[in-house]
């Protein structure tokens, strides 16, 4: 089974300083299709899941620009440019590829310092 | 707007069942996969089922597998979670999602489930 693995999990922020997640998957992610189906979520406080990033980095409608995706095969990183007090949340990355084990990681806490 | 809306949820006894929907407005199943996720207090986001919309496909988390059950009802939108033989670590806010672009484009705004005495 899968296994992804955030990092780190506690990420305490300077307002409009860069912010970088990292999640690392036991397997590639690159599908038999040629996708790679790795996904990027945030939860603000009290809220649902809402998602930023599909297969690594294409931004959702609505996501601001200073949110970027990037990576491949087995390491991908999540990227804040300037990071913004309605940033705080749970970020989760998620993999679509295989349908075994985990799909979310751990999820990382962003905070502002 | 795109509104996944569950129901549902609320306090059940170990052992007991309990019957989760999900009603999808501005969104069409077909050709979609459905999801069912939960979180359990103040932890992270769990994959718990998902479902092809012509249901020929369903596949189960291990935690899950022969006590849940995920079905859709197309002509009325409706996803469903049919939850049996429920214990005290399938306590959580289950979160029902569905599929557009990608994976989990929408999510609905979660339904809490207690399971105890």
């Known amino acids: 089974d899968v296994v992804m693995t955030q990092s780190p999990l506690s990420l305490p922020v300077t307002l409009g300083q860069p912010a970088s997640i990292s999640c690392r998957s036991s397997q590639s992610l690159v599908h038999s299709d040629g996708n790679t189906y790795l996904n990027w979520f945030q939860q603000r406080p009290g809220q649902s899941p809402r998602r930023l990033i599909y297969?690594?980095?294409n931004r959702d409608s609505g996501v601001p620009d200073r949110f970027s995706g990037s990576g491949s095969g087995t390491d991908f990183t999540l990227k804040i440019s300037r990071v913004e007090a309605e940033d705080i949340g749970v970020y989760y990355c998620?993999?679509?590829?295989?349908?075994?084990?985990?799909?979310f990681g751990q999820g990382t806490e962003l905070e502002i310092k | 707007e795109v509104q996944l809306v569950e129901s549902g949820g609320g306090l059940v006894q170990p052992g007991g069942s309990l019957r989760l929907s999900c009603a999808a407005s501005?969104?069409?199943?077909?050709?979609?996969?459905m999801h069912w996720v939960r979180q359990a207090p103040g932890k992270g986001l769990v994959w718990v089922s998902s479902i092809f919309s012509d249901g020929s496909r369903a596949t189960y988390a291990d935690s899950v597998k022969g006590r849940f059950t995920i079905s859709r009802d197309t002509a009325k939108n409706t996803l469903y979670l049919q939850m049996n033989s429920l214990r005290a670590e399938d306590t959580a806010v289950y979160y029902c999602?569905?599929?557009?672009?990608?994976?989990?484009?929408?999510w609905g705004q979660g339904t809490p489930v207690t399971v105890s005495s």
């Open positions: 297969r690594v980095s």
């Open positions: 501005e969104f069409t199943f077909s050709g979609h996969w």
């Open positions: 998620m993999q679509g590829t295989h349908w075994l084990g985990d799909l």
């Open positions: 999602a569905g599929n557009s672009v990608d994976n989990f484009d929408y």
